[in-house]
């Protein structure tokens, strides 16, 4: 008996000679190749950005809060500061010791021991400006403001 020749069934014509670099799958079996959607990574790259430059900005925006809270409260202890050394007193203010600070109808500030509940009955005609408190280096601490309640 004679061999058959081999024939192969599938036409050479239609067989890729190297598939693993065909931009689409070639068999049945082969796993889901689709083609990267450029916009869809732009888009999602562009929200990220902006998500990390959102979140940065805020950042900025609590640092810039801080630090102008900061500046307001310097610029009122420097403002009472000024105002204590200007004022009238009566005494050589201690460091440590808690003194109270007045504006007269004059329109003139003096410094005292006497707190403003302290006055008694009578009470004081004087307007109430803070109390503080001489620290080591002869800046004062403000402890209480005027305008909180007294």
């Known amino acids: ?83 204590i050394y200007e004022a009238d007193m009566g005494f050589d203010p201690l460091v440590g010791h808690i003194y109270h600070l007045y504006l007269k109808s004059s329109g003139e500030h003096f410094l005292s021991m006497v707190g403003p509940g302290e006055w008694g009955r009578s009470g004081s005609s004087n307007e109430f400006v803070a109390t503080v408190k001489l620290l080591a280096d002869h800046t004062w601490e403000v402890l209480r403001r005027g305008s909180e309640n007294t």
């Open 1 to 83: 008996m004679q061999e058959d020749e081999f024939q192969n069934p599938i036409d050479g014509e239609k067989v890729a000679s190297n598939p693993g670099l065909l931009p689409y799958a070639h068999t049945l079996s082969s796993g889901v190749i689709k083609p990267a959607d450029k916009g869809k990574i732009k888009s999602n790259a562009l929200l990220a950005m902006e998500q990390q430059t959102d979140m940065q900005l805020r950042q900025l925006e609590e640092q810039i809060k801080l630090l102008y809270k900061q500046a307001t409260e310097i610029k009122e202890r420097t403002d009472i500061s000024v105002w």
